[in-house]
C-alpha cells in the first residue's frame, strides 16, 4: 500500500515539478550525484516516529516537563543531523561504467554497474532498482566498487539499458534519500537460437577435400595443353618425353567451412535469424569451421568462439 502511494506521488511530481525530471534524460557516462539532485522524502517509519515526537514535545510543553521537553529536542536533533547523513550517502557518488556480457533473446542479462564514492566515510546499505529489480552494496570510500543487477531481455539487437534509481535509508531508516540515474548505454543481445531446429548442414563427406579452385598456388598436375594456355606453363621436359603438349596445373584446395547461407534457408526473416543462430552456436561448441553468408555480407570462413561471436552480433544487429 505504502509502495504504491509513493509511486503516485512520485508521478504526481514529476507532473508538476519539471526540476525532479530534468535528471531523468539519459546522460554520458560519467554521472556524477550532488545534493541538488538528491530528493529525500520521510518513510512510513519516519513518519509515526515524527508524530510520535510531536506528541512528546507537546505533552512537555504542556505539563512544563523541562526534562522531557529538553529529551524531545534532543531527538530532533539527531533527526535533523540522520536528514543530511541520508542525503551525504548518495552524495559524490559517480556511475563511471556500465556493461554487461551478451546472452540471447529471453535469458536475463547481468548488467555490471562501476561506482565511484569520493572521500569520506563509509556508504552501506545503497539500493539499486529497476522496475522491482534490486540489489544492495556498500562502497568504501574514494574506491571503486561494482553492483550488478539481472535485467529481462525479449528482442534480439541494442537494448538501452534503461534508468536506475539509487536510494538509501541509512542511518536511521525515517528518510528516504533518492536520485535517478539514466545513463546513455546500450548492450547487445543475441537472437534467440531456435528449439528444434535441423541439426548443422555438413554436407556430403565424401566430396570434403576434393574441391579445388583453379588457378591456384599448389601444384596439382599436369593436363593437355588447351587453346590459351601460357607458354611458361607447358611442361616441356614432360611434353617431350610423352610426345604430347602437356601444361603445369596449379589449384587451392576449397576450404572445408560449412556454410550457412541465408538464402538457402526458407523461412520468414526472424525464422531464418533464429535458425542460423542455432547453427553458428552448434558449429561454436563443435569447433566446426564455417561461413556466414547474410543478405548483405559473407562472415568466414572461420571456427571458434571469437568468430562465432562476431557471427552472432552480425545476426543480432540484421535491420
Partial sequence: MWARWRDALMRYAERRLPALTRYRQVEALPIRLHPRRVYILPTRFGLAFAVLLLAMLIGALNFNNN?????????????????????????????????????????????????????????????????????????????????EILLPTTRRGRMAVGRFRLWTQYPFGITWAWSVLHPDVQVLVYPKPEDGAPTLPLGDPREQGQRLRFPGDDWHGLREHRTGDPPKHVAWKASARLERLLVKEFADPQSHAVMLDWEA???????????????????????????????????????????????????????
Fill in 67 to 147: 526534562p522531557a521537553l529538553l529529551l524531545a529536542l534532543l531527538v530532533i536533533a539527531m533527526t535533523m543531523i540522520g536528514f543530511h547523513h541520508c542525503v551525504a550517502q548518495l552524495n559524490r557518488v559517480e556511475l563511471r561504467s556500465v556493461g554487461a556480457d551478451p546472452v540471447h533473446a529471453g535469458q536475463p542479462l547481468r548488467l555490471r554497474l562501476g561506482f565511484h564514492a569520493g572521500a569520506g566515510a563509509e556508504r552501506p546499505q545503497l539500493v539499486l532498482d529497476q522496475e522491482q529489480r534490486a540489489t544492495c552494496f556498500t562502497l568504501q570510500p574514494d574506491t571503486d566498487g561494482k553492483a
Fill in 265 to 319: 534457408v526458407q523461412l520468414d526473416k526472424e525464422a531464418r535469424i533464429s535458425r542460423l543462430t542455432r547453427w553458428v552456436i552448434e558449429a561454436r561448441d563443435r569447433q566446426i569451421p564455417f561461413r556466414l553468408r547474410l543478405p548483405d555480407a559473407e562472415l568466414g570462413p572461420g571456427s571458434g568462439a571469437a568468430f562465432a561471436a562476431t557471427c552472432l552480433r552480425e545476426l543480432a544487429l540484421l535491420p
